[in-house]
Every structure is written in C-alpha cells, then in structure tokens.
C-alpha cells in the first residue's frame, strides 16, 4: 500500500477543520500544500471538481468533502470523542454553518465577486447582518455552556470556527465591538488553541515531479 495524501491550502476553512480532525485522529499521511491558482495535475486526477482538501487513503479511495474526511479520520481515531452527541445538536450547527451562514460569509467578504456594483473590498452590510442572526444560534448556545454541545469540543466546534475566524477578520475593528461577546471569547480560545497553532504551521509548497 502507498502513503494516505492530504492535499490542502493552509488558509481554506474547509481544509483546516480537515487537518485538525486528522491531527486528532493521529492518522498518518503526506501533506501537500498546494496553490489553488496553480493546481497540480495529481491532484485534479483524485479529484476533478479541483477544491481542497482531498484525502487520498493508502488504497487510493479519494474524499474530496471536508466533513466526510473529519468523519472517516474520527471515525478512525476519536480521542477527544468529539462525535458524541447523539440529539442531532451537532448536525443543527453543522448544517446552518455550511447552508446558511457560508452563503451570506462569502457575499460579504468577496462582495465584489457578487454584486455587479460593487467595489473591491466594499463590505456587504446586508449579508454581515443576515451572518449575525445565523451566529445567534451560537450565541445562545454558549451563555449556557464553554462549547456549542456541553463543556468540552466536539466536532460541532472544531466544523465551523474555521469560518467564524474567516468572518471576524473582515473587519477586525467592528469584531472587537463585540457584537457576539459569547462566540468572540469561544472564537478566541479555539484560534489560541495548541490544536489550532500546530494545524496552522507552513508547509513548503509540494511540487509535482514527473515520477508523481
């Protein structure tokens, strides 16, 4: 059997709750950082659609969704039993992070990617606002307990602060009005995390050879 392959971008959202179930998880594999204006031919054969991450397992199963991949690393290895809730609390986030709230995060920070009229690096108030009423579920959730399921993380967590971090970069000053005083601290303490610093640490980028 050949080595298991991540192919990943260090500053995808997508990827990094990817690589933090899989550092949880002790799996072993290959990083491949990768330029996603420049992608290599290796990859695009694993996976036409052509977005990160993509897991190449050691018998050359391709899972090209980040969730699947969290889920077979977890699945694998669950250490922190981060897949314990069984109330479908977990799946509420999930599913509002990646149907809902993602929608009004990209018109908002890429507005000009949108909207035929707007400048490059305007920002979209209608959709930071629309983002707010999806983080109130958030919001909720953590005046009650330190995480979105109980006191400890759980995949609900570790699935949908990549964005949140994403949101809250957009603009940093109106972020640290606190709009969100409960997510902000959770937010804080997730980016701050020891998981999260060793996720994060660059990676040369892997280059193609004619023998790959």
């Known amino acids: ?46 996976s036409p659609k052509g ?27 669950d250490p922190k039993n981060w897949m314990r809730d069984t109330t479908g609390k977990t799946q509420d986030f999930i599913r ?22 707007a400048q490059r690096g305007s920002v979209n108030l209608l959709h930071r606002a629309e983002a707010v009423k999806c983080l109130q579920k958030w919001e909720t959730a953590l005046a009650e307990t330190k995480y979105l399921i109980d006191d400890a993380q759980s995949i609900a967590d570790i699935a949908t602060f990549p964005f949140i971090r994403q949101f809250a970069a957009t603009e940093p000053e109106w972020w640290q009005s606190k709009p969100l005083p409960n997510v902000a601290l959770w937010l804080t303490g997730l980016i701050e995390s020891p998981l999260f610093q060793t996720i994060m640490v660059k990676h040369p980028l892997w280059v193609e050879t004619p023998e790959e």
């Open 96 to 117: 509002s992070m990646d149907e809902t709230f993602k929608h009004h995060l990209d018109r908002y920070k890429y507005a000009s990617r949108y909207e035929a009229n």
């Open 1 to 46: 059997m050949t080595e298991a392959i991540l192919y990943s971008f260090r500053r995808c959202p997508y990827a990094m709750r990817a690589r933090m179930a899989l550092s949880v998880s002790e799996m072993e594999y290959e990083h491949r950082e990768v330029a996603l204006r420049n992608k290599p031919q290796a990859m695009l054969e694993a």
């Open 51 to 77: 977005t990160v991450p993509v897991f190449v397992t050691e018998d050359d199963k391709v899972i090209d969704e980040s969730l699947a991949i969290m889920h077979m690393a977890l699945t694998y290895n």
